[in-house]
């Protein structure tokens, strides 16, 4: 796995010590690691890393970890984004309320580092299964990311890595329209420039080694929008 493929946890607390603790046990864990000390900054930090997994401190200055919490879910980037609300607070009321504001599960102080790793592991198998190592279905296609392999029925395909990203993010996501900006952050990065023709072009290339064997295009092309695996 390549770096640009490793899954990136955005870590949201204002105490150094804590940025650290965390920073280290999820490096050691395997995987990429920013961080944020206040709700202005991990917007900001959101909009350029576009993480798979955010630990948002509830407890946050000047903006509250709920308030932040409500921006990134209507925000491209955390929207996508599993939300670990990471909180002294332990009343059923205040999870509740966590959990309604938009964040996808919620851990309260003290916690082991174990029960936070597997918290992180456990979302990202949700929303990022392909970056989790989860073998991938939909219809009769199926993608492996560890063995990278693809096969449509009982026949291999063989995909360039360029036609393997843009898959994997297609079928993470059935039914979903991507646009060709999302699909060039997601499979190109935000760091590398590229025009959306070449989204065009790749999905052209998927397309003919998926219907290489036979069978119907299961790529969609929505006009004016982008692309979706149906």
Known sequence: M??????LVLV????????????????AA??????????????????EEAPDVILLDWMLPRVSGIEVCRQLKAQRGGADAAIIMVSARSDESDRVRGLETGADDYITKPYSVNELLARVRANLRRVRPARAGQVLAVGD?????????????????HLGP?????????MEKPGRVWTR???????????????????DVHIGRLRKA?????????????????????
Not at 181 to 199: K, N, Q, S
């Open 2 to 7: 390549s770096r640009s493929d490793t899954p």
């Open 12 to 27: 949201v607390d204002d105490e150094p010590a804590q940025r650290a603790l965390l920073s280290y046990n999820l490096e």
């Open 30 to 47: 395997g995987f990429r690691v920013a961080t944020a000390s206040d709700g202005e900054e991990a917007l900001l930090v959101v909009s």
């Open 141 to 157: 296609l199926t993608l492996d990311p560890e063995a990278h392999r693809v096969h449509r029925s009982e026949a291999e395909l």
């Open 162 to 170: 360029t036609e393997f990203r843009l898959l994997s993010a297609l």
């Open 181 to 199: 900006e999302a699909l060039l952050d997601r499979v190109w990065g935000r760091d590398i420039y590229v025009d959306t023709r070449t989204v």
């Open 210 to 230: 998926l219907m290489a064997q036979g069978g119907d295009d299961p790529i969609r092309t929505v006009r004016g929008a982008g692309y979706s695996l149906d």
